[in-house]
């Protein structure tokens, strides 16, 4: 079975989250946590709901849009197990994977087009974690702060 994708969005974000769902689906298993457009939605519904998913299910990724990005990777960072980035250019995307093991990407729907939205997801997702010593040792020390 194909890696599995969580994906969610709120108002803001929401036009670009049913475009992008349908390219994933090609390749991946896609949940998507906020099917229905709900005017004056609360984003961080959404970043929890995605982010415990994701925190439940190993080797899942999530993807999470709103207007700026920055309010969903907020929220979705306070669940244990999350290490959310916001993804805003092609060294977001590889470093984020790389050097932190990001298993959450967030973007803001006002701040990229939806072909860059693309670009940027296609690199996040193809980017692998280096395994490198000094990145894991201190990914350890956030999942050991977390306890």
Do not use: Q
């Not at 079975?1 to 390219?23: L, Q, R, V, Y």
């Not at 299910?57 to 309010?71: F, H, P, R």
């Not at 244990?80 to 990001?102: C, L, P, Q, T, W």
């Not at 298993?103 to 729907?109: H, L, M, Q, T, V």
């Amino acid at each position: 079975m194909s890696e599995k994708i969580f994906i969610g969005a709120d108002h803001a974000g929401f036009d670009f989250k049913d475009k992008i769902k349908e390219e994933l689906m090609k390749k991946y298993d896609v949940e998507d946590l906020a099917p229905e457009f709900k005017e004056g939605d609360d984003y961080p519904d959404i970043a929890f709901r995605v982010a415990e998913k994701v925190a439940d299910n190993k080797n899942s990724k999530g993807i999470l849009i709103c207007g700026s990005g920055a309010g969903m990777v907020i929220a979705a960072n306070k669940v244990k197990g999350i290490r959310a980035a916001e993804v805003f250019d092609k060294y977001s995307a590889e470093m984020s994977r790389e050097h932190n093991d990001a298993n959450i990407a967030s973007f803001g729907e006002r701040d990229v087009s939806f072909n860059k939205l693309k670009e940027l997801l296609g690199i996040w997702l193809k980017t692998p974690f280096s395994k490198e010593e000094r990145h894991s040792r201190r990914i350890k020390k956030i999942s050991n702060y977390e306890k």
